[in-house]
C-alpha cells in the first residue's frame, strides 16, 4: 500500500508543541509507545494538564461553559491517575516576547523534538490563543497515544491504572462532543469542518484523512479512443483507504462506525 493511503502521525506538526518531525506511521508509533517506560506517559500528562489549563483559564478564552468543565474534569481526572508516577501541571511551550515565534522549554515527550523556536501559524499558536482545530488535533492525538497503551498491554501498568487510562480517553472524546466539535466518520478526528456535503456526518472526511486520501479529486486519466479523440476521466478518490488499513488500531467506537 502506498503512503498515501495509510493513517500518518505528524503529517501536519507536533500537536504538543509545534514542531514538524519527520511523519512516522500511526502503527509505528504507536508502537513506539507501548515500549516506552511509564516516565515518558508521565510527562506527557504533565504537559497535557498543563496545557488545558492554559487553554481554558485565560479570561480573553472565548469557550462555552460546557467545554471548559469537561476540560477540567480531564485535568482533575489526570491528576488522580496513580501507577506512573507524580503528576501536576507543566508548561511545554511559551510564546517568545522577543516575536510571533513560540519557544518550546523541554524536549516534547509527544514528538521528541528538541526544545527551541517554534513557528507560529494559523493552526498552532500558543495555547491561551489556540482555535478549535489546534485543541480537537491535541485531544484526538493524546486518545490514540492512550488507545496504543490499552492495546499492548505495557508491563508496567496495573490493572487500575489501565482502567483509568480507558476512563480518561473516554473523557477525551466526550470533551469532543461537549465542546461541538465534529467528528470524522472515517478515523475519529475532532475538528470543526468536514468535507463531503450533506452526507458528510455519516461518510465524510476531515482534512487529514483528505490529505492521506490523495487530496482533492483533480487527478485524470485520457486515454485515446480508436479514432484517436482525447477520452478524459477523472480519478475517484478513496477518502475511507487511511482509516480502512488502520482499522485494526484505531479505537472502537470508530470500527464500529463501518460496522452499523
Same mark, same amino acid.
Given at each position: 500500500?502506498?503512503?498515501?493511503? #495509510? ?30 517506560? !511509564? ?101 484526538? /492525538? ?17 490493572g487500575e ?9 473516554h473523557s477525551?472524546?466526550? @470533551? ?20 463531503? %456535503?450533506? /452526507?458528510?456526518? #455519516? #461518510? ?8 492521506? %486520501?490523495?487530496?482533492?479529486?483533480? @487527478? ?8 484517436? !479523440?482525447p477520452d ?20 472502537? /467506537? ?7
Open positions: 500500500m502506498t503512503r498515501d493511503f #495509510q493513517i500518518y502521525v505528524f503529517r501536519f506538526r507536533c500537536p504538543y508543541c509545534g514542531a514538524t518531525p519527520i511523519p512516522i506511521l500511526l502503527r509505528d508509533y504507536l508502537a513506539e509507545w507501548a515500549h516506552s517506560p !511509564k516516565e515518558r506517559l508521565a510527562t506527557l500528562f504533565c504537559y497535557f494538564a498543563g496545557t488545558l489549563t492554559e487553554y481554558i483559564t485565560d479570561p480573553s478564552r472565548n469557550i462555552t461553559k460546557k467545554f471548559r468543565s469537561a476540560c477540567s474534569r480531564i485535568v482533575k481526572e489526570i491528576l488522580e491517575i496513580e501507577g506512573i508516577g507524580s503528576l501536576s501541571p507543566k508548561i511545554l511551550i511559551r510564546a517568545n516576547p522577543q516575536g510571533r515565534e513560540l519557544e518550546a522549554l523541554h524536549v516534547c515527550p509527544f514528538c521528541d523534538s528538541e526544545p527551541g523556536s517554534r513557528s507560529v501559524d494559523g493552526y498552532f499558536t500558543a495555547w491561551n490563543k489556540a482555535c478549535y482545530v489546534q485543541m480537537g488535533n491535541l485531544l484526538y /492525538e493524546t486518545g490514540l497515544v492512550l488507545w496504543g497503551h490499552l492495546l499492548n498491554l505495557p508491563d508496567w501498568a496495573t491504572t489501565l482502567s483509568a487510562l480507558n476512563k480518561l480517553r477525551l472524546r466526550k @470533551a469532543g462532543k461537549d465542546g461541538s466539535f465534529l467528528e470524522c466518520p472515517q478515523c475519529g478526528r475532532l475538528g470543526t469542518h468536514l468535507y463531503g %456535503g450533506r /452526507e458528510a456526518g #455519516q #461518510q465524510g472526511f476531515c482534512r487529514w484523512c483528505l490529505d492521506m %486520501g490523495g487530496g482533492l479529486p483533480l @487527478a485524470f486519466n485520457i486515454e485515446l479512443d480508436e479514432r484517436g !479523440k478524459i476521466q477523472m480519478l475517484p478518490c478513496d477518502y475511507s483507504g487511511p482509516a480502512k488499513n488502520a482499522w485494526d488500531i484505531l479505537p472502537p /467506537e470508530i470500527l464500529s462506525k463501518k460496522q452499523d
